[in-house]
């Protein structure tokens, strides 16, 4: 992968990830508050589910 693909990656999570508190502040901070009364545990397996999900993705698009 060239430095060009990755900060273009780098860039649309960027773009991405800040939509819904542009869209809807409010909506997002219930929602981050709700993420912040998760155990570790719990955290850990979204977080996992993020990663393999987008790593299928990845392979989808190769």
């Known amino acids: 992968m060239s ?3 990755f900060w273009s990656a780098i860039a649309l999570v960027l773009v991405i990830e800040g939509i819904l508190p542009f ?3 409010g909506g997002w901070r219930r929602g981050f508050g709700q993420l912040m009364q998760l155990r570790d545990g719990q955290l ?3 977080g ?3 990663i393999l999900i987008g790593l299928f ?3 989808l698009a190769s």
Do not use: H
């Open 57 to 59: 993705v990845l392979w």
């Open 3 to 5: 430095a060009e693909a």
């Open 23 to 25: 869209v809807s502040p």
């Open 48 to 50: 996992l589910c993020s």
């Open 44 to 46: 850990r397996f979204f």
